[in-house]
């Protein structure tokens, strides 16, 4: 079963409060993948990550709150529809992002602003793996790569046990889930994803081949 997920890695004060959520005051010992509740969190290497098996979570605005006083990677994987993308973030600004859809070509990569240095080695490495195998779908882990090579977390690579701390949600305003809308510009990429539901099939239809 494909994994279908999103998460939020910060340095900087504690994001739950501005994302929405509290310590419900549950922990345990397990692995992260798949998260074992809707939204957990667990430190890693020096960084905070807020996990939730819905690949919406991982929103432009949620990651630029998460970098207020700090930096946040945010990372969303739908491998059902083999959706994914990164972004990330400095002092509650949006830096950089990077975003593929199969739906525009398997080498389809849209990415704006600044982002890590490791992107061309990645993109290349991927597109050497494409021209192999031209069916499968190598570039789904560009924005995957790319976020690790900044926070050192992998869904597809990490394996291990860690505390992870059980979260509620605080604030039911701050939830609004939306498929991630593709756009280049971020000032645009709010109306993209308002827009997304009217402007290409949804989860349901693309999953099932309704198009």
Known sequence: MGLSLSFIASQ???PLERLGLSADGKTLRAEPLPPPAKFVA?????WRIVMSDDHRFASRERVSAAAQGGVAIGVYMEEHVMISGAFGAKDGQLSWSAQHDPEHGLEHLEVWGD????LASIR????ADLQEDNEADTLFDAPLD???????FHPHEYEGEVDLTVLSVTRKDLMKMREPGLSA????AAQAEATEATSRPGFFARLFGRR
């Open 146 to 152: 790319l976020a690790a090579s900044v926070c050192s």
């Open 124 to 127: 290349e490495r991927l597109l």
């Open 115 to 118: 982002p890590p240095g490791a």
């Open 42 to 46: 667990f430190d890693l290497g020096g």
């Open 185 to 188: 510009d971020p000032a645009q």
């Open 12 to 14: 900087g004060p504690d």
